[in-house]
């Protein structure tokens, strides 16, 4: 999943639970964090967001409007990060065959949606289908169908050659069944993101109409519709059918042009939750107090800076001459002052990335990566032999980074590109709009090399190996390809056993570390303040919130 500024490419991601095994639901979604009060009822909570991009299903791609998304729609699983297990949600149980590429999900009985109709195992399907079909929108195509790309009939319904997800079958109202190409027992991980969840029949009716003001199956229902660029208004939904009705009236999302505007508005209190600039959060610290285990808000500790499954990082384009070379490859990796741009541009409130894969998904194993550290003798080292210092100390090695202006982009790349001089590497600047670079940039491989940021979409190694580093994989700009990666990754998601599949993971992020086609810098932490009104809220390291949980001061 990306973020607001990253768009598809920045976040995607798991812990993983036996999928072998038939799991209960727990009536309730994500982790609530510390135990909320139980004390304090209604109010409406006012929260900063971007314009997303999408708030239905349909194309639920980035994180301002999976927040909003994640609050109207409930996906078939959830993953409960403080048991750190995937449980059921939409779906009270499921089963596996033993070759890991059949699933039978068994739905709670008489859900309901916002409109009063039964959540039935259609309702999933035609919510699959409705995402992989280059029908649904003549002017709004979906970003995220490739979720489902291993489910069968995906390659046949996603070109328009079909008119429905053949692996995916409904036995009964309750039953759904999922026949996937291969194996992939990770599967009801994927099963969590809010894109797959169920639509009501009138989602098929009026596209537009249902984009601007979906109706979902959660525990929040739209109040009007999205007004593009201004707001989004949501309140409780009394009938909601996977655990109790929300603690608050609703939530007011307010719409803001960018981080300090929205900032300004929380000072001045027009805010319950905003983002804060990164030159402004020790202040805030000290204004309004840390929270206690970084991810809840509570009175007098009101500032996030918990850690997330994310992680930013340079992307290098592995067919470009300069970078075709792996010494070159790793050699920029090692002249990056990781620790210093961390204390520099983020005063410290990231973390130097040693790997790609981020703390807090099973599997993560600290500075997995052998040269994504800061060594620049090494670098010069791995150098000299090919590409000597001249009298000025440079190499006649040549790269540009392409990267947007927003936010803290320019500053980072700044300290990139003076990094890389001190090891006689040139580097200039290639800016663009971030619609441009994402669009056309990247898709295009028209870059040497590009920054991006990844949040994982569901907390497994997969998510971050397979998108990122599978040949094709629509995330892979770098094209980056190797035939024994590709193959590791299709074998490890046979695997039955968690910590067998997890054990192979790990041997196939030791060999894409030894090709180093990505440069891991840093991962990312939560920089988000609450007001005083909010007496209980948590975020999860998904940066999703359980707004039903939230209780604010009466």
Known sequence: MTTSMNRRTFVKGSLAASAMAALAACGKKGSTGAAASGEATGGTLN?????????????LEEDQGMQVGYQLFDALTTYDFDKGELIGLAAESWDVNDAADEFTFHLVKGAKFHDGTTVTSKSFKQGWERIVSPKTSETHASGIGYHLAMVQGYSELSVGDATELTGVTCPDDDTLVVKLVQSYADFPFVCMHPALSPVPDCAMDDFDTFFFAPVGNGPFKMDGKWEDGQQINIVRFDDYSYGDPAIIDGVHFNIQKDVQTAYTEFQAGNLDMASVPTTQLKDAISQYGESEDGSTVTPGHQVLTGAELSVYYLMLNVADETLKDVDVRKAISLAINRQAICDTVFEGTREPAGGIVP????????????FSKYDPDAAKALLDAKYPANADGMRGINVALTYNLDGDH????????????????????NTAEWSSIVTNTYPNADFQIGRLGWIADYPIMDNFLYPLFATGADNNYGKYSNPAVDNAINEARAIADDKEREAKYQEIDKTIAADMPVVPLFYYKHQMVGSSRVKYLHIDPQKLIMMDKVELEA
């Open 359 to 370: 703390p807090g998904i099973a599997g993560y194993v600290e500075n997995s990566w052998e």
């Open 47 to 59: 929260y900063y967001i971007n314009n997303p991009v999408a708030i239905d299903p349909y194309d």
């Open 410 to 429: 320019k500053a980072v790349m700044e300290m990139v590109m003076a990094d890389l001089k001190a090891i006689g590497i040139n580097a200039t600047s």
